[in-house]
């Protein structure tokens, strides 16, 4: 009896605990899962909200910290911030070969210089690894952080979005195949000039240009068809290509973007 007793008390001593965890299980954690969910699903649509409002204006920033961050380069030298200046030329060397000779300078003489005066400045080499570490010199200035396309490509991207963003109504969306038309001069020169590197820098088809001379009855200087200085062929060719690239990714790629962000505000 008194063992019968004491397994009862035990059992109602038991009681308000598995009450309070029931309670627990059953009522708060479901409250705290559902506020959750609430809280997430209010989160996520304040998210889409705010991207489908500005993601137009974010988009711009980006490109233009993308597209300006090169410039940095050279007048970090110019101010003596070396290290931050070997930074970006860092980051950005992992997306360009930065070969000087087709490169932009900043705070020199020259806009460009040809690869005779880059190889008297660096010690003579024709090894593309060792001439893309030169970054300049006081003086002769200091290199942009990418190469001349590249300096098209993206700085005429950022350019012609903010164009699309006020002709938009009055124009189509680029095809498919428009953008394959637009790419397609800078994937013919930069492959020809891959193929012309191999060759050995300088010593290529596109050094000379001799096919281009030949095919115009050598109508022009002798500058335009050698080398890669500033209004050079090889110059026309690497900046005209970077153009039609911004245009074509601008006038293809925005319309997409528009449609997908504005679907985002709309479901908001």
């Not at 038991?14 to 899962?33: G, K, Q, W």
């Not at 860092?90 to 070969?99: D, E, K, R, V």
């Not at 200087?221 to 062929?233: E, I, P, Q, R, V």
Request: proline share 5%; charged share 10%; with cysteine.
């Amino acid at each position: 009896m008194p063992g019968s007793l004491s397994s009862a008390i035990a059992t109602r001593r038991l009681s308000p605990t598995r009450l309070n965890l029931n309670f627990v299980m059953e009522i708060i954690i479901p409250l705290i899962h559902q506020s959750t969910q609430a809280t997430m699903r209010h989160t996520g649509q304040s998210i889409a909200s705010w991207l489908g409002r500005h993601w137009f204006g974010g988009l711009v920033v980006l490109l233009a910290l993308y597209a300006g961050l090169p410039f940095l380069a050279p007048l970090f030298m110019q101010l003596g911030w070396s290290s931050l200046a070997k930074l970006i030329y860092l980051a950005y060397s992992f997306q360009c070969h930065q070969l000087p000779q087709r490169s932009f300078f900043l705070f020199g003489d020259q806009a460009m210089y040809p690869l005779s005066d880059i190889q008297a400045y660096w010690g003579g080499s024709s090894n593309p690894i060792v001439m893309r570490r030169f970054i300049g010199l006081p003086g002769i200035g200091w290199k942009v952080a990418w190469s001349d396309r590249m300096v098209a490509m993206y700085t005429s991207l950022l350019a012609f979005t903010v164009l699309w963003r006020v002709v938009r109504q009055r124009i189509k969306p680029l095809p498919w195949w428009g953008l394959a038309l637009f790419l397609l001069p800078m994937a013919l020169d930069g492959t020809s000039h891959l193929l012309s590197d191999l060759a050995g820098v300088g010593q290529g088809f596109r050094d000379s240009n001799t096919w281009l001379a030949a095919l115009t009855g050598y109508r022009f200087s002798a500058t335009f068809y050698n080398g890669d200085a500033l209004g050079s062929f090889n110059s026309w060719m690497r900046l005209v290509s970077g153009l039609l690239f911004g245009l074509g990714l601008a006038w293809s790629g925005l319309p997409a973007l528009e449609s997908m962000f504005g679907s985002l505000e709309r479901d908001d």
